[in-house]
């Protein structure tokens, strides 16, 4: 069992930054690819970003190529999600979630998920 818990929302202006942040505990989670996805109000849950379990792959929506990163260390069993240029239609709760395939990963099809943490972005 692998427990992820997220952390570094907030409420942030429009073209501000703020960096999210996943804590894993528990199964190997080096051995895993993970990925942050986001629901906002009265929408269906859409993929964000994902990693490779080596970090060697990354992958990214469209709407927020060239403004989010994400990146992992292993040694410290977290991963997080650099978030800059935001605009108020980031507005949404993210999650962190893993799993042991990329393709699936990438697709939302993950074993572990966490809790969410809101992050809003006013105009």
């Known amino acids: 069992q692998v427990q992820l818990v997220e952390s570094g929302g907030g409420l942030v202006q429009a073209g501000g930054s703020l960096r999210l942040s996943c804590a894993a505990s528990?199964?190997?989670?080096?051995?895993?690819?993970m990925g942050w996805f986001r629901q906002a109000p009265g929408k269906e849950r859409e993929s964000v970003a994902a990693i490779s379990w080596s970090g060697g792959r990354t992958y990214y929506a469209d709407f927020v190529k060239g403004r989010f990163t994400m990146s992992r260390d292993t040694a410290k069993n977290r991963v997080y999600l650099q978030m800059n240029s935001l605009k108020p239609e980031d507005t949404a709760v993210y999650y962190c979630a893993g799993g042991s395939g990329w393709s699936r990963v990438k697709s939302g099809l993950c074993d572990y998920w966490g809790q969410g943490t809101q992050v809003t972005v006013s105009s």
């Open positions: 528990g199964r190997t989670f080096s051995n895993f690819a």
